[in-house]
């Protein structure tokens, strides 16, 4: 069974400029989440889905990220215009029905310059 | 917010050395998760703790719940270099169902 596939792995872009980030879930997972890891730091919750609804994204920046999850399978994360603070890991993970094992992608590394 | 506090942050050993790290809170959880993330992979999951005062041991791996469920630790007996990574907590309650993260302790391990 395929897991979470995150792409692109590695990006870097000059500040000023928007970025998306890709995540496909495990067949079958209904709630996927982004997060945030910077440097030497456990991830950070930004926005949660249960299918198509985004049911937490009260620590989502609203001013410059967005995201979206057509039809409750794949989901976008996407952030216009980018900071040199965004510079981290962007996670994707999915789960069964809400809480229990969270499966993670590889992660999408982003570098602001 | 529930927050979780790991200790230590870093720890650097040599291969047969035992080990402890810690996760503690001052809110109640009910569950804990322990996660293993390697550089450049996404964490996975390790082991889930659900009752207080629960022991689950996996190969050379011992995970304890607090009786109070506030805290948990994670034991490692012999550590080898592929268990170098770094160990997450994860706590879901108050609440909410949302795995709430730590800030990890990066260990390595040394041949």
């Known amino acids: 069974e395929a897991g979470v596939v995150q792409s692109p792995r590695y990006k870097i872009i000059e500040k000023k400029q928007p970025v998306a980030f890709w995540c496909n879930p495990i067949s079958g997972h209904n709630t996927l989440y982004w997060y945030l890891q910077n440097l030497g730091q456990g991830p950070e919750l930004l926005i949660r889905?249960?299918?198509?609804?985004?049911?937490?994204d009260s620590q989502l920046p609203k001013d410059r990220f967005s995201a979206e999850r057509l039809k409750g399978v794949d989901s976008t994360l996407k952030i216009q215009p980018a900071e040199l603070g965004d510079s981290a890991v962007y996670l994707c993970a999915s789960s069964f029905l809400g809480p229990g094992e969270l499966f993670f992608g590889e992660g999408s590394r982003l570098t602001v310059l | 917010t529930q927050l979780l506090e790991q200790s230590p942050q870093f720890l650097s050993i040599q291969e047969g050395e035992n080990l402890t790290v810690y996760c503690n809170s001052s809110s109640v959880f009910s569950s804990l998760q322990w996660y293993r993330q390697e550089p450049g992979e996404g964490p996975v999951l390790l082991v889930t703790?659900?009752?207080?005062?629960e022991v689950k041991k996996l190969k050379r791996l011992t995970f304890q719940f607090g009786d109070a469920r506030k805290d948990s630790s994670l034991h490692i007996t012999a550590a080898q270099p592929g268990d170098t990574g770094l160990y997450l907590c994860a706590g879901v309650g108050g609440g909410s169902y949302i795995p709430t993260f730590g800030r990890g302790t990066s260990l390595i391990v040394h041949p």
């Open positions: 703790v659900v009752t207080g005062g």
């Open positions: 889905y249960e299918n198509e609804e985004a049911v937490d």
